[in-house]
């Protein structure tokens, strides 16, 4: 058993201070993994600050974790020490159910274990939880460590463990690419990568934002498109247009208007999670044989095959790089929109 130097939340409305936290014993097939930096997800908040109900305390939380292996168990053959890895929302799963030998881990039938938050054994996580990357270490099974090419730097790569698989997923599943007419909606630390990935498919992008403050960037990422979704005229423009379009927001929108910018056969998927159901007319699914889909993470391979993409087509997450007794105001700012677009930890400083 070992410690590691992390920062933790004791209570919903409290703040995070430093602590020390124990890792297992490294088995046969685990990896120990020096953490070098921590993305802040907005997830993340949600679960510290129990806005989603049933957080545990103390809660380290972060799944978007790169940095170097510093050892590693008798038995594993992926990786040695000094490899750039990254860890995601995931350290285990069953391994069994169809789903798992699919490799589609994050749809696991008996529930994979997330990277923090999650209930497991001690001889898992001391304290039977698991605990995640604002931390300066972690032992996670080699089956769930990924390999982070040379092509991107490890601060751009760690949000791309859980943003860049999110949208990767969604747009290799239903086919973007040269033809493909694709809509982002909501260009955050999720919408811009997904603006990235989907140019680099060789999509058609348009950004689907309430306003155009962003639109300079959504250029310089890649869309072909802008629109302000304020504007009225923006749902009468683009009736009809699009083969995908995918929800990266969080809010209550009226998704029943943005299905109907979908084409024969297009698709609109949820990634982000309202805190209301979504209301849509049957004639909107009916007229144009429309779908409304919903999408996680990916798996394993999938996420492997995401950051060997992003590093061939030079993609990283835009961050902002904080110290750790930050994390408190880089969560208000995240919930503010304050930030372009993703917080990263630089756990040097924690």
């Known amino acids: 058993m070992s410690t590691a130097a992390a920062y933790a939340l004791t209570s919903p409305d409290g703040r995070f201070t430093k602590t020390t936290v124990e890792r297992r014993e490294l088995g046969p097939h685990d990896v120990l993994i020096d953490i070098k930096y921590a993305g802040i997800c907005h997830s993340d908040i949600h679960t510290a600050r129990n806005e989603w109900g049933g957080t545990a305390y103390p809660c380290v939380p972060g799944h978007e974790i790169a940095g170097l292996v510093a050892a590693v168990g008798s038995q594993v053959r992926k990786y040695s020490v000094g ?76 949000p791309l463990l859980c943003a860049g698989i999110t949208l990767y997923s969604p747009l290799r599943h239903w086919n973007a690419g040269p033809g493909k007419q694709v809509a982002i909606i909501g260009m955050g630390g999720l919408g811009h990568v997904g603006v990235k990935i989907a140019a680099a498919l060789g999509a058609e992008v348009t950004v689907l934002s309430q306003s155009l403050s962003k639109q300079d960037d959504g250029t310089r990422f890649g869309a ?11 749902f009468k423009d683009l009736r009809n247009r699009f083969d995908l379009i995918i929800n990266t927001v969080s809010a209550d929108l009226p998704i029943d208007r943005y299905m109907k910018l979908l084409n024969l056969d297009g698709t609109l998927v ?28 990916g798996g394993i391979p999938q996420t492997q095959e995401m950051l060997d993409f992003c590093a061939e087509h030079g993609i990283g997450a835009e961050i902002e790089t904080i110290s750790a007794d930050r994390i408190d105001e880089a969560y208000d700012r995240v919930v503010a929109s304050d930030v372009r677009y993703r917080f990263v930890i630089d756990t040097a400083t924690i």
Do not use: W
């Not at 039977?128 to 099974?141: E, F």
């Not at 990634?271 to 919903?294: C, D, K």
């Open 224 to 234: 072909h498109h802008y629109y302000a979704t304020s504007d009225k005229q923006t």
């Open 270 to 297: 949820i990634l982000g999670l309202p805190e209301n159901p979504l209301t849509v007319r049957a004639s909107t699914l009916t007229h144009s044989r429309r779908s409304l889909a919903g999408s996680l993470i």
């Open 83 to 158: 490899d750039r890895v990254g860890v995601g929302c995931m350290v285990d799963s069953c391994g069994e159910c169809d789903n798992c030998r699919a490799g589609e881990q994050q749809y696991c039938t008996r529930g994979c274990v997330m990277t923090y938050g999650a209930a497991v054994g001690e001889e898992v996580q001391p304290g039977g939880r698991t605990l995640g990357g604002y931390s300066t270490q972690i032992v996670v099974t080699e089956e769930f460590v990924l390999a982070i090419p040379e092509g991107i730097a490890l601060d751009q790569a760690a």
